[in-house]
């Protein structure tokens, strides 16, 4: 990241959101918002010396809630760019004084009163003194290309209330993940969140959320495999843990990485087939597993310190805003859908948008660098030949029959269709490039004004007829 | 604890699986429950209530006193079918035989197999009756075969092979 950041031919926008999009392939237009930070990001260096004065505590998004972050926040160590940023909805506008508003003259040395924050910054970049601008700075983009790669989220397990949501030492595996990092809130140091102590039995269940018909029906591809790495991390670093993991089925396709499932079993790593249906939280603290073991055919319970959910990969929540800003369609799922599942896998039904990682189906890191310069390759063959090859069977409007009704611009699912004046007269205009031959708009038509070339009435009129004088 | 529900703890788990490679079924720990040994095992074709696949998550869940007193364990002909079919290089028949060493380290086997081992001890050979003899003399053949039976000297020879071996912990001689 550090790399794309300083290459002089990227720029990147980052706190910001694509607001609209016009044009087709090769001539894009792009609206992008740039978010309000209240910070300099061409002063501030990324010290964190303002993160220490804040005062605010909300929860850490980056640590998946496990501790707290200031309203004034670098999202994390290794953010790229290392910039700060106001959280203005958590700003507790320290000493009464707004967000927009001047400071006050102090009597007694003439200096304005600066908030806590902004007296913090060596680099004076922090200016509570603007405005809420709620448009943002808008930036115009000329692209020939869009990839899109929103990512992932995974879901809370506050929706699985037979796993006892509420207990602290019930967490999902992204929780556990930023648990166990140097650079998380215990800073790597494993300990229940409920005693501060280390726990003695830890147990993981799969398939929460993935592969249930109340949730969602598809396989999230990556559980198995990273609760095992979690599993072996913990194995290698405290032998004396004892380990269960609890499976619906246990799925590692890929390269070694059933090698590395057998040589968790063999690290001594239980593996119990079934999945557990509750969780009871013992008069100690602990917690109990219900489980069944599909190997012994009988109920079998585990009192562990600490329960790992492997909850579901979703889509992010503003992804179904970003498909409909971009034309886009999705899935049952709710993930981007690809032109083709296996001969069009990164490209979309819009001519030159392409997809990459999870923002079209769960994937796990090879899978997604693989398609991510899959991508990229796509994206870069139109800019490199400079022009576009178009199907022939694609729709035309006869401005002469055209009433100007606008039907078709509403139908029309890839936005091909604008309305220009003709005459003073508005009429419909099909975009060549951006038509794909759906024939929606040929048959929405009220005054049979489009053509869709090669299926017109008298085409499949004759087509008939040739098959049924044969009868 | 609910009744009839096996609270699953690591250290019997610990201890059976180390009991279990101690005594010769290494592979008892690779096994993941796949079941081609049991489709093909004689025994559980049989019908008998022991088969390979059960008896290794028997013991990967710590419950090596389970099927201690179930003599269905001595029904295994050792035909290594489950050796042959196993994915993981479990070598399920090491895994019966590694049991069977330990049922009979705990006296668990049944009578007539004490008997044998006497035999076997005093006469070289583990089934051995006097009724043989009368029969091999009718057909012109010497009463005692030429093995063991006829050369003390050997016999003496597999009782050194016997004072040994770890069946004498058993206190059977």
Known sequence: ?471 | MYEGVIVLNEKDRKQAIETIVRLGGEGVVRCIQCGACESICPMALAGFTLNPKKLIRLIQTGHLEEMIEDSSTWACQACNRCVEICPRNVKPFEVVFAYRRYQAMELAFSTSAVQSQMNLFEKGHAVYTEAYKETRQKVGLPPDPPTAASYPEAVKEIQTLIENSPIMELGLF
Request: charged share 25%; with cysteine.
């Open chain 1, 1 to 471: 990241m550090v790399q794309v950041s300083t290459n002089p031919n990227i720029e990147l926008l980052t706190y910001s959101e694509v607001e609209h999009i016009d044009g087709f392939v090769g001539n894009f237009k792009v609206k992008v918002r740039k978010k309000q930070t209240w910070v300099d990001w061409k002063k501030c260096t990324g010290c964190g010396e303002c993160m220490e004065k804040c005062p605010v505590k909300v929860p850490n998004e980056f640590n998946a809630g496990l501790d707290h972050r200031p309203a004034v926040y670098i999202q994390f160590p290794q953010a790229v760019p290392k910039k700060a940023v106001i959280d203005i909805d958590n700003c507790i506008n320290c000493a009464g004084r707004k967000f927009g508003t001047e400071p006050k003259i102090s009597k007694r040395t003439g200096k304005p009163i600066l908030a806590p924050c902004e007296r913090a910054c060596p680099a004076g970049a922090i200016n509570r003194s603007l405005a809420l601008d709620p448009e943002g700075e808008v930036v115009e983009l000329d692209v020939g290309t869009i990839v899109v790669a929103t990512g992932f989220k995974v879901m809370e397990k506050d929706w699985f209330k037979e796993y006892a949501p509420h207990h602290p030492d019930v967490m999902t595996a992204l929780q556990f993940e930023r648990l166990l990092s140097a650079t998380g809130p215990t800073g790597g140091k494993l300990v229940r969140p409920s005693t501060n102590e280390k726990p003695k039995v830890i147990s993981f269940i799969s398939c929460v959320g993935s592969r249930d018909h109340r949730y969602h029906t598809y396989c999230s591809r990556v559980c198995c495999m990273y609760m095992i790495k979690q599993a072996k991390l913990i194995k290698d670093k405290y032998p004396d843990i004892d380990i269960y993991m609890h499976f619906m089925d246990v799925r590692t396709p890929g390269k070694d990485f059933d090698e590395y499932y057998t040589s968790a079993i063999e690290k001594g790593i239980n593996i119990v087939r079934g999945k557990p249906g509750g969780i009871e939280v013992l008069p100690d603290g602990r917690l109990r597993v219900m489980a069944y073991d599909a190997g012994l055919g009988k109920d079998v319970e585990v009192q562990a310190d600490m329960v790992i959910l492997a909850t579901a990969i979703e889509v992010p929540d503003d992804a179904k805003k970003l498909a409909q800003t971009l034309h886009l369609t999705i899935d049952g799922s709710g993930f981007f859908k690809e032109l083709h599942p296996k001969l069009k896998p990164v490209e979309t039904a819009v001519e030159g948008i392409y997809l990459a990682g999870c923002c079209q189906g769960p994937k796990d890191i090879p899978d997604t660098v693989a398609q991510a310069k899959g991508a990229a390759a796509a994206a870069a063959v139109p800019l490199a030949r400079g022009k576009v090859v178009i199907e022939p069977t694609i729709s035309e409007v006869d401005q002469e029959k055209c009433s100007g009704c606008g039907l078709c611009v509403a139908v029309c699912p890839y936005q091909a269709i604008t309305m220009e004046l003709v005459n003073d007269r508005p009429r419909a205009k099909i975009s060549v490039t951006a038509c794909k031959g759906c024939g929606v708009c040929t048959s929405t038509c009220p005054s049979e004004a489009i053509i869709l070339h090669g299926f017109t009435d008298k085409q499949i009129e004759a087509q008939v007829e040739a098959l049924t004088m044969a009868v």
